[in-house]
């Protein structure tokens, strides 16, 4: 079991930036991937970016690169979101997302932290 709890949403004016950050406790140790999903209402929860285990491999959506920056620090155990040139097709409720790989695959979620980017 892995348990994900982000932090660092809010309001933010376009343009703006914001970082968001998840700890993972529980089996880290079988963590292969973390990282970030996020919904819009009334859309389906999509991709935004992942880190590998090592921290050496990164994949962005096409809709953030150049502006979002993912990284993990093994030693916390957290992966951060930076969010730069913000925009407002960019609010959403952000979700951290861990894949383990522990007797077969296995996926787990955070509650959510809500990034409303508006004047």
């Known amino acids: 079991q892995v348990q994900l709890v982000e932090s660092g949403g809010g309001l933010v004016q376009p343009g703006g930036s914001l970082r968001l950050s998840c700890a993972a406790s529980?089996?880290?140790?079988?963590?292969?991937?973390l990282g970030w999903y996020r919904q819009a209402p009334g859309k389906q929860r999509e991709l935004v970016a992942t880190?590998?285990?090592?921290?050496?491999?990164?994949n962005y959506a096409d809709s953030v690169k150049g502006r979002f920056t993912v990284s993990r620090d093994n030693a916390q155990n957290t992966v951060d979101l930076q969010m730069n040139s913000l925009k407002p097709e960019d609010t959403a409720v952000y979700y951290c997302?861990?894949?383990?790989?522990?007797?077969?695959?296995?996926?787990?979620w955070g509650q959510g932290t809500q990034v409303t980017v508006s004047k």
């Open positions: 997302h861990a894949m383990t790989m522990s007797s077969g695959a296995h996926f787990y």
């Open positions: 880190i590998s285990a090592g921290g050496s491999r990164t």
């Open positions: 529980g089996s880290i140790v079988s963590i292969v991937v």
